[in-house]
């Protein structure tokens, strides 16, 4: 079992940066794959970024379309925690965004991952 929390979620302006924490109890999140999902009012969760590591090397990571170039996935062992650093926001991102993890490789299906944060509300104004 693994109990994850995500934090760092708020108000930005369009054009600014956020960084969203995940972080972890119960398990190291060494041993899952973790991903990144968001919702917005009105539509269905969806994929943003998802990473599998081997030692201390990301060897897998994929960012949907709409974030590629602009969000960046990554992990801190000593901290237990992964994060999700957001540049260049867009209305568009305003969404509750979740961390998720799951036994395996990363994949961008929600209904593949074991394990879900509570999210945290991420708004960006234009």
């Known amino acids: 079992q693994v109990q994850l929390v995500e934090s760092g979620g708020g108000l930005a302006q369009a054009g600014g940066s956020l960084r969203l924490s995940c972080a972890a109890s119960?398990?190291?999140?060494?041993?899952?794959?973790m991903g990144w999902f968001r919702q917005a009012p009105g539509k269905e969760r969806e994929f943003v970024a998802a990473a599998s590591w081997s030692g201390g090397n990301t060897y897998y990571a994929d960012y949907a379309d709409s974030v590629k170039d602009r969000f960046t996935i990554s992990r801190n062992n000593a901290k237990n925690t992964v994060y999700l650093r957001m540049n260049s926001l867009k209305p568009e991102d305003t969404a509750v965004y979740y961390c998720?993890?799951?036994?395996?490789?990363?994949?961008?299906?929600?209904?593949?991952?074991?394990?879900w944060g509570q999210g945290t509300q991420v708004t960006v104004s234009s």
């Open positions: 119960g398990r190291t999140v060494r041993t899952y794959a």
């Open positions: 998720a993890a799951k036994v395996g490789v990363a994949t961008m299906i929600p209904g593949e991952y074991d394990y």
